[in-house]
């Protein structure tokens, strides 16, 4: 048999052999994929073809099964007889009579198997097929499955690659395409521009309308702007309403131009939502990209920067600034925000919101509220927690604010226990790997406790999957020590990181918080419905409860209450309010 041959074959792109792509990004992790697949078949030739040109997934999803392979196999017919052409030689090794047919359907030109890609698109978004020469045995049923177990595969890793609700690349994707442009021209004067977008008061307008409509209008940017970038331009969705774009050689004026042209396309956007038109302006930074010099972050503080101070002078308007002036304007801006953090902390310059978490399936006694912090500016008005957090834990000074959240919270719980509700209510507070990792913070929580004199037992600490897992042995002796205080911990963004139920049995948690990136599209895609479901019942199964973040929706509330999830909370649950407030309706 001839030795393995690999094939990666999009509109965009097509390889024969040795891998071509550089490390780290999708195209790279899927040829490496099909080769080892290849080699362990033993076949000619394994191939995967994506219907987009750049890999990019559909934002509605209504039917998904693996029936439609057959009809996916009759509409890429075109594109596998252009692809069977290009690789004849290799598949019917100089057999002249299939060798000159050159419209010979792919299934008579040799043996074949194959499954569908299962993206978030309205039916099958590619197809991968494992090929041989006619004289070759048989395929068997095991090798279908193993070909159907690939394709799922390779759907793992354009959705970990790819926005499913923007179809744009994700941040992971995006940061090797940076990394790639910085490595990519030997010649000195080889220049790129990056320009960082981000959608101006973006959160107002979710607090006023809604979940569902801030997507509907991040969806609708988002195809504007694949609408109006150049064909060469490398687009992502880095953030929640935030965008990067790279331009490949491109002049700085040149891309503050580009930038323009973007900035109106987006002001004169015409978006209704609930028979009323929404308007949105962005806020544009953009920098210059030089190969050899700076790093991907460097860069993308760089553009960010330059964002941001397109926001402080008013929005809706584009800056910008040369790599090294970018960077140092980052430096100078994180120096001015921590010591606003620092100051915050002084003069309790923060506010307490929280938002509520019930029972989905059936009533219960029980209040649970999650504590969200946010700042004050100048004219008293609140901060988001996104412009300032990051800043604090590029500064290590998660700490400090982890312990104005736990003594506050405390405090306002000490004051307003005067009630049945009150008195039965359990307040969850989000604690950062850092504090984990400090010293002196299990004894400070401890001495609050004792101090304010509010019950452990109402007491549930929120800590992400990744910030348990990464600081493990700390997370046992501080969860178990808290535990038989008689607090309850819950793991958030579980299923976002390595989501292994191994550890679980060692760690003393009462919640998984089960990721709001399967949440928010578990109605439309079959994926999330079944990571949910199995998150679920594996909770069940070790005692845990659930609780489903980003429920935006009626019709996502009742799908998860339809599978069982214990809890939810979102839009379509509580809208967030001040904690004070909270803790008043309870007592009243």
Not at 360 to 386: F, H, T
Not at 473 to 487: D, I, N, Q, V, W
Request: proline share 4%; aromatic share 6%; charged share 25%.
């Amino acid at each position: 048999m001839a030795t393995s041959e690999l094939a990666v074959l999009s509109p965009r792109a097509f390889v024969l052999g040795e891998p071509a792509y550089p490390a780290g990004g999708a195209l790279y992790e899927l040829e490496k994929l099909l080769e080892g697949f290849a080699s362990r078949l033993q076949a000619d030739l394994a191939a995967v073809i994506l219907r987009d040109e750049r890999l990019r997934v559909r934002y509605k999803s209504h039917q998904r099964s693996s029936k439609n392979a057959g009809k996916l196999m009759d509409q890429l017919e075109t594109d596998l007889e252009h692809w069977l052409k290009a690789t004849q030689r290799l598949l019917v090794q100089n057999d002249s009579a299939t060798a000159g047919n050159q419209h010979a359907r792919l299934s008579h030109a040799c043996k074949l198997v194959a499954a569908p890609v299962l993206l978030a698109g309205d039916g099958p978004d590619g197809i991968v097929v494992v090929v041989n020469p006619p004289s070759a045995p048989d395929f068997t049923s095991r090798d279908a499955s193993l070909v159907k177990a690939l394709a799922a595969t390779v759907s793992e890793i354009v959705e970990s690659h790819y926005d499913s609700a923007t179809g744009l690349m994700t941040r992971k994707e995006f940061e090797f395409v940076l990394d790639d442009a910085l490595r990519t021209g030997s010649c000195s004067t080889t220049r790129h521009c990056l320009l960082y977008l981000d959608l101006d008061e973006l959160q107002l307008l979710e607090d006023s309308l809604g979940r569902e409509a801030r997507d509907e209008l991040v969806w609708h940017v988002a195809q504007q702007l694949k609408a109006d970038a150049d064909e060469n331009a490398e687009i992502a969705r880095i953030g929640e309403d935030e965008f990067a774009i790279l331009l490949r050689d491109c002049t700085l004026k040149r891309g503050f131009c580009v930038g323009q042209e973007i900035r109106r396309a987006i002001s004169a956007l015409n978006v209704v939502w609930n028979d009323k038109p929404i308007k949105i302006t962005a806020s544009i930074g953009v920098t210059q990209l030089v190969p050899g010099i700076g790093t991907r972050e460097s860069t993308l503080a760089a553009a960010r920067i330059a964002c941001i101070t397109a926001k402080e002078d008013g929005r809706d308007r584009v800056k910008a600034f040369w790599h090294d002036d970018a960077v140092r304007l980052n430096d100078q801006r994180r120096q001015s925000v921590i010591a606003r953090i620092q100051a915050a902390l002084q003069n309790d310059r923060f506010l307490l919101y929280s938002q509520a978490i019930k029972p989905l399936w059936k009533r219960a006694r029980v209040q649970y509220l999650e504590v969200l912090i946010k700042g004050i500016d100048d004219d008293d008005e609140p901060i988001p927690p996104s412009e300032f957090i990051p800043y604090a834990e590029q500064s290590k000074i998660m700490p400090e604010l982890d312990r104005w959240v736990v003594r506050h919270s405390l405090e306002a719980l000490a004051s307003d226990r005067t009630s049945e509700q009150a008195a039965n209510a359990i307040v969850s507070i989000n604690l950062s790997g850092q504090s984990l990792c400090d010293d002196g913070f299990l004894d400070f929580v401890i001495s609050q406790l004792e101090r304010t004199k509010v019950p452990a037992t109402s007491i549930c600490f929120e800590l992400t999957e990744t910030a348990a897992i990464l600081n493990m042995e700390r997370a046992r002796s501080f969860m178990a020590t808290l535990t038989r205080y008689g607090c309850r911990f819950s793991l958030d963004d579980f299923g976002a990181g390595l989501s292994s139920f191994s550890y679980l049995r060692t760690l003393p948690v009462s919640f998984l918080k089960i990721d709001g990136q399967f949440v928010r599209d578990i109605v439309d895609d079959p994926v999330c419905n079944a990571m949910v479901a199995a998150i679920h019942q594996m909770s069940h199964a070790m005692g845990l409860q659930t609780i489903a973040e980003y429920v935006e929706t009626p019709a996502i509330k009742q799908h998860l209450r339809e599978i069982g999830i214990d809890y939810g909370q979102g839009d379509a649950i509580a809208r967030p309010r001040l904690f004070s407030e909270a803790l008043a309706s309870l007592s009243g």
